[in-house]
């Protein structure tokens, strides 16, 4: 149990408990039958715990440099080796269950994960360490529509929604990390943008995420008042990242305001049944 729990913290438990809460809303919204929409949604929560555990396996030797006592591995809890075997398994897994919803997921899901294992194994250190975000999180919406029959590719606006959150999620991810990020030679595009600039384009980009989920609806004929509401829900959320970041400094509360900016734009798409297809 204790080796279990050790794994369990090293998945980055909250936003991969978000991104699997998104797969199942949006399998909802595309009117996924309740089986695949439960299959989806531990395909994506393996895949999830994949990519957290490898990126705190790979990031292993930093967490220790700057005395990330919050890390399971830098503690000690679970030896790199046993979190590199539940890394695999888990995307081994993950791909296995996407494979058995349909090969159109699989290979969606599969691009998905080398675009999010990519970032952790060498582009978090580059100017293009924001690509394998607008890769994964523009594909995203598909893994609903591809899971449901027939299946097809989610329309252009979702895979504009998708990549758009996709850069919001880590422009403000790394900022609480900004420090000792620069003392383990890492530089991604937010470190070279700055913090401020870094969030000011992740609430831009958030508003552009909701101004298309906001057209997909319209297209639809599927936008009514509660749209509207979460609309400005999101535009609310966006706006209070970026009031965050000018009085305070970078903090972890900022990155949950684009988590919950993420979990109204589903609920817009809920909200507007039949969007999506």
Not at 64 to 93: E, F, H, M, Q, Y
Not at 121 to 126: D, G, M, R, Y
Not at 157 to 162: E, F
Not at 219 to 227: C, E, F, H, M, R
């Amino acid at each position: 149990m204790t080796t279990l729990r050790a794994l369990w913290g090293s998945t980055h438990p909250g936003p991969s408990v978000v991104v699997t809460v998104l797969a199942v809303a949006l399998g909802i919204a595309s009117g996924v039958e309740p089986w695949r929409v439960a299959l989806l949604g531990v395909a994506v929560l393996c895949g999830q715990l994949s990519v957290g555990i490898s990126n705190d396996v790979i990031d292993r030797d930093r967490d220790t440099a700057v005395g990330r006592t919050d890390k399971p591995l830098v503690r000690g809890d679970v030896s790199a080796r046993t979190a590199s075997i539940a890394a695999v398994g888990a995307l081994v897994l993950s791909l296995l269950l996407s494979a058995a919803i349909g090969w159109g997921m699989l290979a969606a899901h599969a691009v998905a994960l080398a675009a999010a294992w990519s970032y952790n194994a060498a582009l978090k250190s580059t100017a293009l360490s924001i690509a394998p975000f607008l890769v994964s999180f523009g594909i995203f919406p598909s893994l609903a529509t591809l899971s449901a029959v027939p299946s097809q590719l989610a329309p252009p606006w979702a895979w504009i929604a998708g990549a758009a959150l996709g850069a919001a999620v880590h422009l403000t991810n790394v900022l609480p990390d900004l420090d000792d990020d620069d003392r383990t030679g890492v530089r991604g595009l937010p470190h070279r943008l700055g913090p401020r600039v870094s969030v000011v384009i992740a609430a831009a980009a958030i508003t552009a995420g909701a101004v298309a989920v906001l057209s997909g609806a319209a297209a639809a004929g599927a936008l009514g008042a509660v749209s509207w509401v979460l609309f400005a829900g999101v535009v609310a959320l966006a706006a209070a990242t970026v009031v965050r970041v000018l009085v305070r400094r970078p903090e972890r509360v900022v990155f949950r305001l684009v988590m919950a900016s993420a979990l109204v734009l589903a609920a817009l798409l809920v909200a507007s049944p039949g969007a999506l297809r």
